[in-house]
Structure formats: C-alpha cells, structure tokens
C-alpha cells in the first residue's frame, strides 16, 4: 500500500510522527501475506522557518520528507492555491492508493482537493473536530476536508458524534489522539529539559505560559493589542514564545506600537522565539497555568496536568473542559487577568490533581488508526 502523507505546520509534524512510527511498527510485524505500507511524505512548507518546522523533524525522529513544497505564507486563498498546485503534480507522479491529511490548516484542505479531485482516497486524522466558529479558517478546512475524506479517524466520541450529525457514518473510527501518543512517549524526556527555563529565568510552576497564533485573535489589532497588554501586566512571571504572525503585527502595525513598547518595558514577560517540541512541552509541564488559543497547547496542558485559560469564544475540544481544567475566557483583558489570578492561588499543580484522560484514548492512537487504515484498504 502506498500511503502519502501531506503536512506543514507544527502541530502536524508531531501527528506525522506518530503514524510515521506506527507504519514501522506495522511493517516489522507484518507476517507472510500482509501487505507492507510505503510511506512517503509531502512538507507543503506552510510553515518554513527552522523554529516552526526544520527542528520538529530533527526532535521527533520523523523522517526528511520526500517533497518539499516551499509554498510559504501568504494569504488565505493564495496560499491554499499554491498548495494545491503543487500537491497535484506530486500526486501525479506518486499514484498512491491513500492520501493521509491532518488536522484543519490550509495543508489539510488543500491535500484533500487535489488527492479527491484525481479520485485518490482521503484519510482525515482528527476527523470530526467542531467549533461551529465559521468565522474561523479552520473550522471551514475541517468541515470541508471531513466531508472530502473516505476514511475518518476521530480522537473521541464527541468527534464520532459531530460526523454522526453531518451524515458521515461510513469509514468512521475513533483511535484516540495521537498527540495523547506524543506526550506519553516524550513526557518524560521533556520533564528533564530545564535548560530552557534557566535560559528564560524562570522556575518550575512559578510562571504563566501563553501563546497566540490565531487568525481571529491576530488580524484584529485590536483584539491582539488587548490580549499583548493584558499578558504585559500580569503580576506573574509570563513565557511568550511567539509566532512568526505576532512578530511581523507587532512589526508592521501603527496601531500595535503602544503594546511593543509596553512590552519591552515589561519586566514579567519573557519573549522568545517559537521553540522546539520537546522544549514547548517542558514549558507546559513546568507551569503553573496556560494560557492560549490554540488547539493543541490545550490539549498538551490537559495531559500534563496543568490548568488552562482558552482565549477564544469556544473550544474545539470539550473533553479537557472536565473538572475546569480548561475554561474558555475569551480575550477581554480584565477577564484574564482576573482568571489568572484566581487560577494561580488554586493551584492545582501544587496539589498535585490529575485529569481523566480516558476520553482520549489508551496512548495508542497513531497504532489504531495503521491499523484501521491497513484493514479498509486491504
């Protein structure tokens, strides 16, 4: 079987490392009669830089992809087109049986336009996600990719159930999640990592961790000048390692130069460049409390244990809201700054409180889905 996986951004890379690793797993055990799985994979270069995507490869033992497409940023509808382009000239070539896409960026929605277009199946990796956001870019890759896909692989039983509802029930599977699969296996090596804490100063579960990448949270200079000021004035200590889309805000806006010189004088706020995986999971296991927009950082601070404030309207991921491990706060200043405050004098991780994890499966998503994957298509 020959199975072509598409990717481009961060988070990506760890899910495709995952399943990268489940294909050598099952290829070892493959008995006499079963059929191996060639594995190749397509890097669209959506994110480029050596922080966002060359250093993954190196961390997590994935392999150099095949195909490098170097698209770049860019705007929504261009760069989804260059994607596109590109992808269908490597699917050309290529011919293979499954195209596997992850997630819900514009790699996602991309790859499954040119693997459906040339009537080449679509795996979908964390299929069924919802934020009934349309306003949000992802939500419309999600619900677009699910429906161009023929084989859905879903990370819980909400995700089974969203499909469920849209009329998707054929080829349906939950498998668990595979960034369940990442943190089991690197917790622990990323537990010992404390050299980026002493490069930042700052001290096991003494300081905020935030991030913010998202569309709706960066293209309003006034949602994000908000959200900088009110990390700038907390009373903690605050690591900030930030996306290349804040930096070139911060850079190119009139309007945003009050909250980069606010900023610089903060003398709370640790900023850094994007960092490594297994240096983003030691933050997130060292801190005291997360704050983000992201997807994947709310589910990593879940697994680790460590409470989170979601700085959106809604959250995609309704499992890590048990027991208030992760509250949706939106992006008010005094409202994060009061939920910080209240949620640094709980202290959950000082007590030592762990979540449920059952929801997200056992630890062996990336095997399940290898395995889903080789049976539908023997």
């Known amino acids: 079987m020959r199975l072509l996986s598409i990717v481009g951004a961060r988070p990506q890379f760890v899910k495709a490392a995952m399943i990268a690793g489940a294909v050598k797993r099952y ?43 170097g698209v770049g940023s860019g705007p929504q509808g261009q760069q989804t087109g260059a994607m596109l382009e590109k992808i269908e000239k490597v699917l050309l070539a290529e011919n293979p049986d499954v195209v596997m896409i992850y997630g819900d960026t514009n790699s996602t929605i991309a790859g499954a336009l040119a693997a459906a277009k040339l009537h080449i199946k679509v795996a979908h990796l964390e299929s069924g996600l919802r934020s009934f956001n349309r306003r949000m870019p992802e939500e419309i890759n999600r619900v677009a990719s699910d429906h161009l896909s023929d084989l859905l692989f ?23 999640d595979v960034m369940l699969d990442a943190v ?40 994000l000048s908000g ?22 805000r911060l850079k190119d806006s009139r309007e945003l130069r009050p909250i980069a010189k606010l900023m610089e004088r903060s003398r709370r706020l640790r ?34 244990a460590v409470p989170c404030l979601t700085l959106r309207e809604e959250t995609e991921w309704l499992e890590t809201q048990a027991d208030g491990w992760n509250q949706v706060i939106g992006t008010d200043p005094q409202t994060i700054r009061m939920a910080v405050e209240v949620e640094w004098q709980r202290n959950r991780v000082g007590r030592n409180e762990q979540p449920d994890l059952k ?3 056992d630890g062996r998503a990336a095997d399940n889905t290898v395995a889903a994957l080789a049976r539908t298509l023997a």
Request: with cysteine; charged share 25%; hydrophobic share 35%.
């Open 27 to 69: 290829n070892r055990n493959a008995g006499s009669g079963r059929e191996r799985i060639h594995h190749k994979l397509v890097h669209t270069g959506q994110h480029y830089e050596h922080k966002m995507s060359g250093i993954f490869f190196d961390e997590l033992s994935l392999p150099k992809p095949h195909y490098h497409l």
């Open 359 to 361: 929801s997200f499966g």
């Open 271 to 304: 900023i850094t460049e994007p960092v490594s995986y297994l240096d983003m999971l030691a933050l997130e296991a060292h801190a005291r409390l997360v704050l983000t927009d992201s997807g994947g950082v709310q589910k990593e601070a879940f697994f680790v």
């Open 184 to 223: 089991v296996a690197y917790r622990e090596k990323a537990l010992k990592r404390k050299k980026v804490l002493k490069k930042l100063n700052v001290e096991s579960q003494w300081y905020v961790l935030a991030t913010v990448h998202r569309a709706e949270n960066t293209d309003s200079p006034e949602r």
């Open 154 to 176: 879903c990370p819980t039983e909400t995700a089974v159930g969203n499909l469920r509802r849209e009329g998707i029930t054929t080829n349906v599977f939950k498998t668990g």
């Open 227 to 248: 959200l900088l000021q009110a990390l700038a004035e907390l009373n903690f200590n605050v690591v900030l390692p930030m996306h290349p889309r804040v930096r070139d």
